[in-house]
Antibody, heavy 118, light 109 residues
Framework: EVQLVESGGGLVQWGGSLRLSCAAS????????MHWVRQGIGKGLEWVSG???????FYPGSVKDRFTISRDNAKNTLYLQINSLRAEDTAVYYC????????????WGQGTLVTVSS | QTVVTQEPSLTVSPGGTVTLTCASS?????????PNWFQQKPGQAPRTLIY???NKHSWTPARFSGSLLGGKAALTLSGVQPEDEAEYYC?????????FGGGTKLTVL
């Protein structure tokens, strides 16, 4: 059974840093593209990063200078480092698995909440 | 700045059919945008229903289908059930990055 379990969220101060983790199980982690997506409270979904099977990384312009996605295939774990935290980073962060046949998504974790306080 | 546009809200009667659409500010949506469709209910994580325009996952009910329609990606629900009331999001691929639409709140009434 495919499982994705996010952790590392919590209450953090404005300007601080945080590293989120996503523990993957039930599939060959190194063979899949992985996504991070976030959702502000009462807001829509926002794609914030992706990492390919060879470690190539992708970001939208809105977070490119502050977010770093990485993966540890030996630990079956996906990470998201967030620096210079802002109020607008307050959100539930979800990790998701990419499909192999074509660009896409399939399984998602339950999310971890990040709250940025001033 | 790329903008992906969805209908903010739609209402459908139980047993009816409804089509949600997803447009790109860059022009017509084609299969090369690999449209994905998600369902999200309050307090739950998103669930991918459709990937790469019209491909279903094992958990996707048969009444959901994806297509391209008039330059947009489309999600059609045929024989709508009360449990289909949810927020629906599309996701488009722009060569390296992805962009979500703003979501459609579907009410079954």
């Amino acid at each position: 059974e495919v499982q994705l379990v996010e952790s590392g969220g919590g209450l953090v101060q404005w300007g601080g840093s945080l590293r989120l983790s996503c523990a993957a199980s039930g599939f060959t982690f190194r063979s899949y593209y992985m996504h991070w997506v976030r959702q502000g409270i009462g807001k829509g979904l926002e794609w914030v990063s992706g990492v390919g099977t060879v470690g190539d990384t992708f970001y939208p312009g809105s977070v490119k200078d502050r977010f770093t996605i990485s993966r540890d295939n030996a630990k079956n774990t996906l990470y998201l480092q967030i620096n210079s935290l802002r109020a607008e980073d307050t959100a539930v962060y979800y990790c998701g698995r990419g499909t192999t046949a074509a660009p896409g998504t399939d399984y998602w974790g339950q999310g971890t909440l990040v709250t940025v306080s001033s | 700045q790329t903008v992906v546009t969805q209908e903010p809200s739609l209402t459908v009667s139980p047993g009816g059919t409804v089509t949600l659409t997803c447009a790109s500010s860059t022009g017509a949506v084609t299969s090369g945008y690999y449209p994905n469709w998600f369902q999200q209910k309050p307090g739950q994580a998103p669930r991918t229903l459709i990937y790469s325009t019209n491909n279903k996952h094992s958990w996707t009910p048969a009444r959901f289908s994806g297509s391209l329609l008039g330059g947009k990606a489309a999600l059609t629900l045929s024989g709508v059930q009360p449990e289909d009331e949810a927020e629906y999001y599309c996701l488009l691929y722009y060569g390296a990055n992805w962009e979500f639409g703003g979501g459609t709140k579907l009410t079954v009434l």
